[in-house]
């Protein structure tokens, strides 16, 4: 199972049309929705699974923005909504993105800047005051806005007279998504260690393989400690949000700074092993770093430091108030 994951997120990437093939065949999209609208069941435990794999072949494919939906959908409490829209998330025939307007919107009304995956959405989610909006892809205005990852696109959604059928309460989606997305990120540095390591095995200077000098052993040694230590506190991020045993919030944003910090390093440092060849446009080692180094400014971005900070300096327990 795992062989055939790796190799479909492998196609996936290199061909969009297989995103389908993620949904159909394999049923990766729907494991967190529940077996009566087509989903596995499952929790955001296995999602995560996929999301390293598709972090390591750097697939660009919106996975996180449609689990992220799909918890959006099944916590919104209705079942209307659910028995039409999940059955296209989980075979992958709907693709969705997740908008969040400004503080004092209580509507589909203005901009949503930065939407993840929301060039091509046939479906946005918008989280607008305390509710939660359905919005055909297609009837809101999207501009897709340059960005370092090439990988993944972003766009700015104008939402002018739009028409919307509000679905429940808004659930906090930004904790699902950072769990995800250090677990993306975890596959992104394992395949960049992996990259470092084997040059260094293969590569030979002065009549001996770069990896035999104590400098790069050393690097490399390094970069698997960050590795370990982001697989750590991803794992743990995603087994709150399924099992408990410590708050979800706390827990997700920790991931979120862990993974983004030991991904940024993790690839940086295999660049530098790699020498010249690394800083080709050709090599996808930039690719690899671009998309570390994006991801520390999504979904939150810095204000999953400021929380640890805040739960460090005054001990608030992080359930009242969610980054982004």
């Avoid at 009837?139 to 766009?155: C, G, I």
């Avoid at 095995?201 to 001996?208: A, H, N, T």
């Avoid at 991801?295 to 810095?302: I, N, V």
Wanted: aromatic share 4%; charged share 20%.
């Amino acid at each position: 199972m795992a062989d055939l994951l790796r190799e479909t997120v492998r196609a996936a990437a290199e061909d969009g049309a297989d995103w389908r093939a993620l949904g159909e065949q394999l049923g990766v999209l729907g494991l967190a929705v529940p077996e009566r609208w087509g989903g596995s069941g499952a929790g955001l435990g296995e999602a995560a699974v996929v999301a390293e794999e598709l972090g390591a072949v750097l697939a660009s494919v919106p996975f996180v923005s449609t689990v992220v939906a799909a918890r959006l959908l099944v916590e919104s409490g209705d079942d209307a909504a659910c028995a039409d829209l999940l059955p296209g998330l989980c075979d992958g025939s709907r693709t969705f993105a997740v908008a969040s307007l400004p503080t004092g919107v209580d509507r589909p009304a203005g901009t949503a800047e930065g939407v993840v995956d929301g060039p091509g959405a046939t479906d946005l989610l918008v989280l607008a005051g305390d509710g939660l909006f359905h919005v055909d892809g297609a009837a809101a205005e999207v501009v897709p806005v340059p960005t370092l990852d090439l990988t993944r696109p972003q766009a700015d959604i104008t939402f002018a007279e739009t028409p919307a059928r509000r679905l429940g309460p808004a659930a906090p989606a930004t904790d699902v998504a950072v769990t995800l997305l250090a677990a993306e990120l975890v596959g992104v540095a394992r395949t960049m260690l992996d990259t470092a390591v084997t040059y260094a095995r293969e590569r030979v200077q002065f009549g001996r393989p770069i990896g035999s000098f104590q400098a790069v052993k050393h690097r490399c040694a390094d970069m698997l400690v960050e590795l370990e230590l982001a697989r750590s506190v991803a794992e743990h991020a995603a087994r709150t949000h399924d099992h408990g045993g410590d708050d979800p919030a706390l827990a997700s944003s920790l991931a979120h700074v862990v993974a983004t910090d030991a991904a940024r390093r993790v690839t940086g440092d295999a660049i530098q092993v790699l020498g010249g060849v690394g800083i080709t446009w050709e090599h996808p080692a930039h690719r690899y770093y671009k998309r570390a180094v994006t991801s520390a400014a999504l979904w939150g971005g810095r204000a999953h430091r400021d929380r640890l900070a805040k739960l460090a300096i005054d001990g608030n327990d992080g359930r009242s108030s969610h980054a982004g």
